[in-house]
T-cell receptor, first 113, second 112 residues
């Protein structure tokens, strides 16, 4: 158990819909990262937040957005969903901004039909 | 980010040593990582090495870093069936500004 909690574990939704994925970082960690894992693209970095502020941006689509709340939990919002958005979405956390130990949650499996 | 390269598959006999290799591209990477991912689970941090180190040992795991060639390896001694998984090499590019960049992963297959 990494200490990073993600919900929901699985969800199925239709194209055009919007979903929210939730992440609670490890106790004491200030940084939260979001990653997408698909068969063809592998693990892709989406975005990082540190103590409520956006810190780094990767290959995140404009239809996707994230935020980190004062209690440090984070949400990833995916809108106008397309079939190609079906993937595993992972949250990870670390204590610092360029942390040496980055721990991943178990992921949220999104299927768009 | 630039590509991190790994072989897709490695097959070893139970009890032998496994060596998984990786090449990375960002010479300014401060940390390099190995993650293990089993089916249905998230990537599990196995070990990491700071860029000013050449070697790190942790029980059955040995990490070797060749900065000149930008080559990283993970050796697993006495490989067991429980070591069967996908192993990802990752580098922290851009001083952390680009997040972790992962290789495609090496499937480690254990033969009895």
């Amino acid at each position: 158990d990494s200490g990073v909690t993600q919900t929901p574990k699985h969800l199925i939704t239709a194209t055009g819909q919007r979903v929210t994925l939730r992440c609670s970082p490890r106790s004491g960690d200030l940084s939260v990262y979001w990653y997408q894992q698909s068969l063809d693209q592998g693990l892709q970095f989406l975005i990082q937040y540190y103590n409520g502020e956006e810190r780094a941006k990767g290959n995140i689509l404009e239809r996707f957005s994230a935020q980190q709340f004062p209690d440090l939990h984070s949400e990833l919002n995916l809108s106008s969903l397309e079939l190609g958005d079906s993937a595993l979405y992972f949250c990870a956390s670390s204590s610092g901004t360029s942390g040496n130990t980055i721990y991943f949650g178990e992921g949220s499996w999104l299927t768009v039909v | 980010g630039e590509d991190v390269e790994q072989s897709l598959f490695l097959s070893v006999r139970e009890g032998d040593s496994s060596v998984i290799n990786c090449t990375y591209t960002d010479s300014s990477s401060t940390y390099l990582y190995w993650y293990k991912q089993e089916p249905g689970a998230g990537p599990q941090l196995l070990t990491y090495i700071f860029s000013n180190m050449d070697m790190k040992q942790d029980q059955r795991l040995t990490v070797l870093l060749n900065k000149k060639d930008k080559h990283l390896s993970l050796r697993i001694a006495d490989t067991q069936t429980g070591d069967s998984a996908i192993y990802f090499c990752a580098e922290l590019q851009g001083g952390g500004a680009d997040g972790l960049t992962f290789g495609k992963g090496t499937h480690l297959i254990i033969q009895p």
